[in-house]
């Protein structure tokens, strides 16, 4: 509609003409039909009668294009566009977070998109995305994270090797984790870098140095590495002189798997669980059947499990969906055939299995939350042996399967008071401290504190960071890692103890260390991060150590989340993608989508 009806309107007795709003006057509009209908007389009406209004009609009258405005806005953009340069950039973003390939924009139907929202944007190539876009953009958001680790001086790290199924390609990760001055976690993936050849203990030792090289970060700043139990990757981080520790979920996973195995009883219920479960999940007319049992007894329609024997967490939830479906299970054996059928008996086991699994599987779940710490381990492997070693009349058929997975607990984890990156941690945790401990490590755990606290403050004495001796906790690591004990060895640590004697503890961080233990420790749901946050000031010497300690995660999930992510970024629709960029694109993937902008 033109803007000359702001001040007319039709009237209403003859539509042929118009009344004028500011005087009344009444215009034709040009004609009897409505096809010779216009508004010439009214805006000749508004020239001559109202200049004012006629002034606020020519401005807001649209101009009419000239034809090169029309041109321009057909043809194409150039590259270095303003606008073009942007889209290309959101483009590459967009296949980065979303696990696109790069052939995406190539993509007929992702074309049609582009020129529906911008008809003048000439797409990339796909080389073009891969020699130019990608590179720029891993470039900029490494810089943004070596900009964020100069925020830190202690670091603790997870890795993990990962083989494509797909494509001649093995990646070893390289994710960090530390704590800024606010006391807030940060996390960052620094490296998926390729692992050529055989996975020896050399191999790794080598490439893990080139990654921390690459970084900027010497190896002072290492506060522990997080992997898995594999004796090459163990071996590795002894060869490069690196603190490490196991991944508890691996720990957990090996005590549970010797204890499902210990009794004949058990593993012949389990087997016969597999088998009912294996027949569902390979016959539809048995499923949908089960569906319809479902329905007829109102309750949900569930699938059963289908376990992996590796994994014994699979296994336990195997026979959790086996104990949920048992009435559906008890109306469908009436009705039909399985291949196996379990006994009461075998159901009171797994009934029992099941009950004894829980805490671990608990335990399990959140040593591998994004927020769990080193400093959960102590408390987490104490109270497990609290419970195991309880007597109940439930006991009956499983006693063998408790006392195995004791022993495997207390064999797998006998180190974990007497490690000080451990013990440590746990102390500087407010909601665990030391009453957590054992009674003969308690005092020993807290001597070992004292002496890192001495050598802590008398660093800052001096006004740099003491060389000429290493903190309590790498000297319990090198002794762990060290095969021989030479005189210069032994000669070394009776030095170090003499001297340690000989300089008490500063009598400002003795009252911090008796003060805060003589507090109750903080709810077990409250974040420990946040008591040191609120807390540094008054206890200024434990917040520099806890900041240190608590950096720590329990085990390395953050490297298998990062390659939970790579299956979908070298898959059999792109199994000729090379290792450099599938670097590239997983170290983009797992950043926040605030990070690009």
């Known amino acids: 509609m033109s803007a000359v009806w702001n001040y007319f309107k039709v009237d209403e007795e003859d539509k042929t003409k118009a009344d004028c709003k500011l005087c009344s006057a009444k215009l034709s509009r040009g004609g009897a039909k409505g096809s010779a209908l216009n508004t010439s007389n009214l805006i000749k009406h508004l020239k001559s009668k109202h200049d004012n209004e006629y002034k606020e009609f020519t401005d807001a009258k649209p101009t009419q294009p000239t034809l090169q405005q029309t041109l321009a806005r057909r043809e194409k953009m150039s590259k270095d ?311 109940t009349d439930e006991d009956h058929g499983v006693k063998t399967m408790k006392a195995t997975l004791l022993t495997a607990v207390k064999k797998r984890f006998s180190d974990v008071e007497t490690n000080p990156l451990y013990f440590i941690s746990t102390i500087l945790d407010p909601r665990y401290k030391d009453r957590f401990f054992s009674t003969n490590t308690a005092s020993e755990a807290k001597l070992h504190l004292k002496q890192e606290l001495q050598m802590m403050s008398r660093a800052e004495s001096e006004g740099s960071r003491a060389e000429a001796a290493e903190p309590p906790a790498k000297l319990f690591l090198k002794a762990q890692a060290s095969t021989s004990s030479s005189l210069d060895t032994v000669f070394e640590e009776i030095a170090m103890e003499q001297a340690q004697a000989a300089q008490p503890l500063a009598a400002g961080a003795a009252i911090e260390l008796d003060t805060y233990l003589g507090e109750a420790p903080s709810p077990r749901e409250d974040s420990p991060l946040k008591y040191w946050g609120v807390n540094k000031i008054r206890f200024p010497t434990l917040a520099k150590m806890a900041r240190k300690y608590l950096s720590a995660p329990c085990s390395s999930v953050e490297s298998e989340r990062l390659f939970s992510s790579v299956s979908h970024i070298i898959d059999e629709n792109r199994n000729r993608l090379t290792a450099d960029n599938a670097e590239k694109l997983l170290f983009l993937k797992k950043k926040p989508a605030t990070h690009f902008f």
Not at 242 to 247: A, F, G, R, V
Not at 310 to 323: A, D, E, G, K, V
């Open 81 to 391: 566009n303003p606008r073009a340069v942007k889209i290309t950039q959101a483009i590459m973003e967009y296949i980065a977070l979303s696990d696109q390939p790069l052939s995406e924009v190539e993509n007929v139907g992702f074309l049609r998109l582009l020129h529906v929202l911008e008809p003048r944007y000439d797409a990339p190539s796909r080389r073009y995305m891969t020699d130019t876009e990608l590179p720029k953009l891993h470039d900029s958001v490494k810089k943004h994270i070596h900009s964020r680790l100069q925020a830190s001086s202690e670091f603790s790290f997870t890795t993990d090797i990962w083989t494509s199924s797909v494509s001649p390609v093995s990646l070893i990760s390289l994710t960090s984790q530390w704590i800024d001055e606010s006391f807030m976690p940060q996390r960052a993936t620094l490296h998926a870098k390729q692992l050529r050849g055989s996975h020896t203990s050399q191999a790794i030792a080598h490439v893990f140095e080139e990654m921390l090289q690459t970084r900027g970060i010497p190896k002072t700043s290492v506060h522990v590495v997080l992997r898995d139990n594999a004796k090459n990757m163990i071996k590795a981080m002894n060869d490069a002189g690196l603190p490490s520790l196991p991944c508890v979920a691996h720990t957990l996973q090996r005590a549970v798997h010797e204890g499902l195995l210990a009794q004949r009883s058990i593993a012949d219920a389990i087997a016969v669980g597999r088998k009912i479960v294996g027949h569902f999940k390979h016959s539809a007319l048995a499923y949908s059947r089960l569906e319809d049992i479902q329905g007829q007894l109102n309750q949900p329609v569930k699938r059963l499990q289908q376990d992996v024997q590796t994994r014994w967490n699979s296994t336990y939830y195997m026979l959790q969906s086996l104990i949920e479906q048992k009435r559906v299970l008890g109306v469908y054996v009436s009705e039909h055939e399985l291949p196996d059928s379990l006994t009461a008996h075998q159901w009171a086991l797994i009934e029992k299995i099941v009950a004894i699994l829980a805490p671990f599987e608990e335990l399990t779940t959140k040593v591998s939350s994004y927020d769990a710490l080193a400093s959960d381990v102590i408390p987490a492997v104490t109270v497990l042996v609290r419970l195991l070693n309880r007597e």
